[in-house]
């Protein structure tokens, strides 16, 4: 355990440094504190809402996925070191066993559990006449009443779901 | 024995416990000296080097070139009101920086900054007697001992935006822990490839293994023999990249994208907390390059050029490659702008970790075969070929589950113009 030593002598000195400078600074510091200053940050303004309790479950997806390839990293380390002992067997071994993670990978993309950030689909609606009609004066502006879809991605809209 | 397993010989010969007590209290004060100096310089040049970049003079009030500048900002910081929010975990509050600063520290402790390895020198230095490496200590873990760190600062950052108790901080620090988790993996499957190699965790053995002279360039003259060239050079840019994303720098700085979410995970902390989360920063961007010197660009080993003591050449071999990192880490805040959240992730998940395992794979059935007697130019052409048509079919796999995946997505998706 010798060889832990200097690093031990360190994490006691950084904690050391870190602790010093809290009390150093509680010397120096000035205490004028008022409720406004204590309250969460809001560039200035009341907190219109609470801090939300909850976020995306994407992110906890990405946490379970990482406990995966972790898991697989983890193997990968002491079969590096050794490979060349190992020859063949322990190189087939972990082809297979990258084989059965990469697979639970491409199953879990394909499943859109990597993809972030909202989607939008483009639909297209009742084509109208972007033109002055009878019923009213006021030329339509914007793709919703164009005749062409020109400027809108429509990759995923198909004729046939036209709402 | 040192050899095969290179623990530090300090604690295996028979030096008295005051004597190696004095050692190493003497390596650690002036290890930890010499990273705080090292940061200073590093916010100090990065500051300058950023203003030069940007046509302004940036600081040259303290001291010569403004060098003091960081020494006046932490002078004043500790000077500064030390507010804890209402509506914060106190506790959770107050453990955060200690969370972030010392795994920053400690990474440094298995790093090689000198010692002379040219000629096939053992990097061993003698004080007093005793032969010791130029690094603090080198456990057998070595280099897993730095995953193991950075794996404990994310607790640091992820704490500090949660106890907050205010939105920005937790939305930073959500995204934080996301990202530093998912480029650990691509970060981790790299080394794989430097382990293949070395054959040892050790950082003393990575760096020996890499002294001397490797290929030849175009049969020209020889380069040395680092790992960057001979794994080719994919694992040194995916480690990079990956590292790039851990220590939150740009381009992959969402943590802290002032913009959207104000300061990220240290909106809330104030005085002297928040320094010590600057300088946590500021150490893991030293300590993180020094890191990528020692796996993939020989460390302190270089050729003697004379003129200097053998062992001081180790130094500044070091140094130098440490500094050309520093200024390539302030270069690409110069100058890229910052990713998307969607695109981190995806480049991430999507490209360096299939690409990362695919070349680990990669190098050891090329050495596998080698040893099995497949050394002419002609068979290695075979397992590189059946190798790449192999990678090519689950490169397609994992294509068409993106398009998938894509698919499912948008048709879920919310209705434009519907």
Redesign the interface.
Known sequence: MGQYLPILALLILAVLFAAISFVASGLFAPKRTTSAKRAPYECGVEPAQDTPDRFPVRFFLVAMIFIVFDIEIIFLYPWATIFRQLGLFGLVAMFIFAFAVFESFVYLIGNGALDWGPVKRAVRRELVDPGRTANTTIRRVGAEGRMEFDDVDTRTATPGEAA | MPAIFS??PL?LGDAGNLE?LAI??A???I??AGLMVSVMLMVWWERKFISDLQNRIGPNRAGPFGILQTLADGIK???????????SDRFVF?LA??LS??PA??V??VVPIGGDFSNGGDGLISVFGNDTYVQ?????IGI??VLAMSSIAVYGIMLAGWS?????P??GS?RA??QM??Y??AL??AL?AV??KT???STTTIVREQAGEGPEFLGLFPMPDWNVIVLGVVPFIIFFIATTAELNRPPFDLVEAEQEI?GGFH??YS???F??FFLAEFMNVVTMSAVMVTLFFGGPAGPDLGVLPAALWGFVWFFAKLFVFLCLFIGLRGTLPRL???QL??LG??LL??LA?GW??FL??L??FS??GWTSGGERLVVTGVFLAAMLV?AG??M???S???????????????
């Open positions: 623990l530090d604690f190696i190493v209290l390596k650690v004060v290890a930890f910081l500790f000077f500064k009101e030390d507010l804890i929010p209402d509506q107050k920086p200690y600063l010392v520290f400690l440094f402790a603090l200590a080198d456990p057998h897993l001992f907050s108790g205010s939105k920005y937790l939305l959500v822990s996301a988790v998912s650990e993996a981790g499957l794989v382990l293949l054959g040892s965790l104000v909106t809330e005085s002297i907390r320094a010590l998307r959240y969607d992730m995806d998940w999507k970790i299939p395992l680990v794979l050891a059935t050495d596998v040893d099995r689950f796999l994992l068409v589950a993106i998938n995946g894509k698919k499912a997505r948008e048709r879920d998706g919310e209705e434009v113009f519907g």
